[in-house]
């Protein structure tokens, strides 16, 4: 088990700092107890410092609880049905309640999380369910509106001395000599992140008998996003070559350093012929990412690393004296969201690359016209079945489930009928497949009625539904379309009359 | 069940192999005496390399050709591991119903060098008892000692003729018909390329099946990366990060190649030179950089973060008003 989780605080009074924070909370959980309805609860903070836990610990208080974070998909429909499941088992009486968990709320994403607010809001309206949402960014555009409808509880990085002292009580239990000041280098690093104090010490400790302040060396080295910002915001705000040199020296991907200096260049960068300057630094550094990655050859990547820093360095005028926010690349974020997408996009494009001999990248690349062809739902029906793909694969290429296969389908044979009068040359092939499709349509019901109102891409479809029965008997097809090619369209009597007999 | 037309027109036999009449020719007579060396096709998507290879292997192979054949494309997991364990089992077998097997493995020119050297080795060991096709788009990605341990064969793009021939045929027997301006349109878009030809040609006839002209422009422009134009007037208007970030929506989300991108801006960059958005002066300075970014991409840069560079160029041009 994970130090984080055999050490996490098994009651509210284990939780260190956040004295307030607590009060609010065991306050909230009492007023549900007698039967009032109290505004949802809103935790906001930085990560690990408690946020969870406090939920998790609510949680005891209530029968039940359900918990939905950023790695599930949080679209309108799913948050309200798996709520309402939550909801439906629970009764008016407390020992019924059961309480809603949602992590990370600011994560919610605009289009694939398409109307996750709005659901949340609902939610709270109806204010039948205790409710508990936690976010990282208290200044999160998306949580702006539900932040009125809740109470908000901030919670606050834990102190220096308090983390100190929890992870003296760890090595302790562990039985782990250590030096005082160890821990203490350990917490101020942490940055009253308690979790990740709890992880160095972990990585540092577990199995040994004693650490000191050569077992550091280990964390030092691991390199946080934080370090990685600071060469970032060293390689945009300076010209000074030294400075931009040592800022490199950070132990991460130089892909992931570049992204990230991409990422903030025109955050911190104004004038247009600036960017443009710095972006073909940074296009070159790419491009020697590219060729050390093909040929092997790791020696190109000290021209990325000067181009990405001193290059992009000295594409700027002068340094800007402002306060720019930098962020992590827009580039993961859009990744993480999408992996759902993704992962179905792969996915189909390796059956269909199965079927078809050829890669994802080359099946990609025939998405669009596959998306248009899906449109037709008889076409659609037999790639589905050709291509095996199920029903959530088929959505790739269209949004409509595909209609079960109907016995009858008057619609599309009458207008086939009444094309066939305008298209006499085309007479012979439509005969073939109407005729075909009077097979399957009940005789009386046939012909032209409803003509005006089909659409005009059912058409084609049908011809290869039909088609394919068509092959599948050819023999009789082939004397059929010959009957047909003489009579003209009224006589579907007789064309019926012919193929059931043929059937 | 016969899956899309690529598929179902897919000829089956060299004789039906369309274009390439310098190729085929030759590969029948490996299969007349026999023997092949290892082969390599190069060129580009969509003229035939695979359908030839498979043609290739059922008539040399014969009835088992199945069980004697061996395809790996690129999606599969092929790093050295595959290469020494999948292929080395595979090849170092005898073969069985057939004179010896196959080894099939598509866009050798994305396996990365160390992949091919090994790759190199399994071909020196196993001469006797198999032979590989190889294919790829630029023989320059592929190491030369395998180069010189293929007989080399460059297909060429399918010419508009050959394109509009097989197009017939396929929509004769799918019963749709199409006018001779909708035939010359698929052409020019498919650039030689039949597998797209035959998309088109499909997709086309779900929208009618008299197709026509219009039909197969509404097709190219419903099958080309959207949202183009609007990148490159937010670049055009100075708004940089609203331009990447829509670039960076396309590209990541909606999963858009580079190729595709960067085909599609120099399109829509013509056709504003033409409608006079872009003086003479502005566009010529444009295309030079595009084609110096395509040129990047093609190379095995990031393409997303070269496109980003070139929304850039962009960034210091006015639109003439």
């Known amino acids: ?6 050490y996490n605080p098994k009651n509210f009074d284990e939780v260190l700092g956040n004295a307030k924070a607590k009060d609010e909370i065991e306050d909230w959980i009492n007023a549900w107890m007698v039967g009032e309805h109290p505004k949802p609860l809103l935790l906001v903070g930085p990560p690990g410092t408690g946020k969870t836990t406090l939920a998790h610990l609510a949680a005891q208080e209530f029968a039940d609880s359900i918990e939905l974070n950023a790695s599930d998909k949080r679209s309108y429909d799913i948050l309200l049905r798996t709520i309402g499941e939550a909801s439906a088992t629970s009764s008016l009486f407390n020992q019924g309640l059961k309480l809603i968990i949602l992590d990370e709320v600011d994560g919610i994403h605009g289009t694939d999380d398409r109307g996750g607010v709005r659901a949340i809001s609902k939610i709270i309206k109806e204010g039948h369910h205790p409710l508990i949402m936690m976010a990282n960014d208290p200044y999160s555009k998306r949580i702006k509106s539900l932040k009125t ?58 199995g040994k008998k004693s650490i000191t302040s050569a077992d550091l060396e280990v964390i030092s080295k691991k390199d946080d996003i934080h370090n990685i910002f600071d060469s970032v915001r060293t390689v945009l705000k300076s010209k000074n070559p030294q400075r931009i040199r040592e800022a490199m020296r950070v132990e991460a991907d130089p892909a992931f350093i570049l992204e990230l200096i991409t990422e903030n260049v025109p955050r911190e960068y104004e004038k247009k012929d600036e960017i443009e300057e710095a972006y073909e630094m940074i296009s070159q550094a790419d491009t020697y990412l590219g060729r050390a990655f093909q040929t092997r050859n790791y020696g190109y990547w000290k021209y990325t690393y000067d181009l990405m820093s001193l290059g992009v360095a000295l594409s700027k005028d002068e340094t800007y004296r402002k306060f720019a926010r930098y962020a992590n690349s827009s580039v993961y974020t859009l990744l993480s969201k999408s992996r759902a997408k993704r992962d179905l996009r792969d996915r ?37 079945d050709y291509f095996n793909l199920d029903d959530a694969e088929v959505k790739l290429f269209r949004s409509r489930k595909i209609p079960k296969m109907k016995k009858t389908k008057p619609k599309k044979s009458s207008q086939k009928d009444t094309e066939n009068k305008v298209e006499k040359k085309e007479s012979s092939a439509v005969a073939k497949k109407e005729g075909k499709k009077e097979k399957e ?53 007789e064309k019926q009359v012919s193929l059931f007999s043929f059937k | 069940m016969q899956g899309p037309w690529v598929e179902k027109y897919r000829p089956q036999t060299l004789e039906e192999v369309v274009g390439q009449d310098h190729i085929i020719p030759r590969l029948k007579r490996y299969v007349e005496e026999g023997n092949m060396p290892n082969l390599m096709f190069t060129g580009p998507a969509g ?5 030839t290879a498979l043609a290739l292997a059922k008539e040399m192979l014969g009835e088992y050709w199945r069980q004697n054949f061996l395809e790996l494309n690129a999606s599969d997991a092929r790093g050295i591991d595959t290469v020494r364990n999948d292929i080395k089992n595979f090849s170092r077998l005898k073969s069985v119903g057939a004179p010896f097997r196959i080894i099939f493995l598509d866009e050798v020119d994305n396996m990365t060098k160390d992949a091919q050297h090994a790759l190199r080795r399994e071909m020196e060991m196993y001469t006797k008892t198999s032979s590989f096709i190889l294919s790829c788009n630029y023989s320059s990605k592929i190491i030369d000692p395998i180069q010189s341990r293929c007989a080399i064969f460059r297909f060429t793009p399918i010419k508009g003729s050959q394109i509009i021939k097989r197009l017939k045929i396929i929509a004769e027997a799918e019963n749709v018909t199409a006018t001779a301006g909708a035939l010359e349109s698929i052409v020019y878009f498919a650039e030689g390329d039949m597998r797209r030809a035959v998309n088109i040609l499909q997709a086309s006839s779900t929208i009618d099946n008299q197709i026509t002209e219009e039909s197969v422009h509404e097709v190219i422009s419903k099958a080309k990366p959207q949202d183009v134009r609007k990148i490159i007037n937010s670049a055009l208007d100075g708004k940089f990060m609203e331009a990447r970030d829509l670039l960076r929506e396309v590209m990541v989300v909606q999963g858009t190649s580079g190729e595709d991108m960067i085909t599609q801006i120099y399109q829509e960059v013509s056709k504003m030179a033409m409608e006079g958005l872009l003086d003479q002066e502005t566009y010529i300075d444009l295309i030079e950089n595009i084609g110096k970014f395509d040129y990047r991409i093609r190379e095995g840069s990031n393409p997303r973060i070269q496109l980003e560079a070139l929304l850039t160029k962009f960034l210091l041009k006015d639109k003439e008003s």
């Open chain 1, 348 to 384: 189909v494009a390796d059956k269909i690359g199965g079927k078809t001999h050829s890669s994802r990248r080359v099946v990609r690349e025939q998405f669009p016209y596959l998306e248009m062809m899906f449109q037709d739902n008889d076409l659609a029906r037999e790639l589905a």
């Open chain 1, 1 to 6: 088990m994970l130090w984080t989780e055999k």
């Open chain 2, 47 to 51: 003229v035939g390399k695979t359908t």
């Open chain 1, 149 to 206: 409808k809740c109470q908000v509880i901030n919670i606050k990085k834990v102190h220096t001395n308090s983390i100190i002292a929890l992870l003296k009580r760890i090595c302790i239990k562990e039985g782990v000599d250590f030096e005082e000041h160890v821990l203490r280098t350990l917490a101020k690093q942490s940055k009253g992140d308690l979790r990740s104090a709890i992880n160095d010490l972990e990585i540092m400790a577990r």
């Open chain 1, 441 to 493: 349509v009940k005789p009386q019901k046939s012909a032209p009625r409803k003509t005006k109102s089909t659409p005009k891409k059912s058409k084609p479809s049908q011809n290869k539904d039909v088609k394919k029965l068509a092959k599948e008997k050819e023999a009789s097809n082939q004397k059929n379309s010959n009957t047909k090619k003489k009579s003209s369209s009224p006589e579907d009597k």
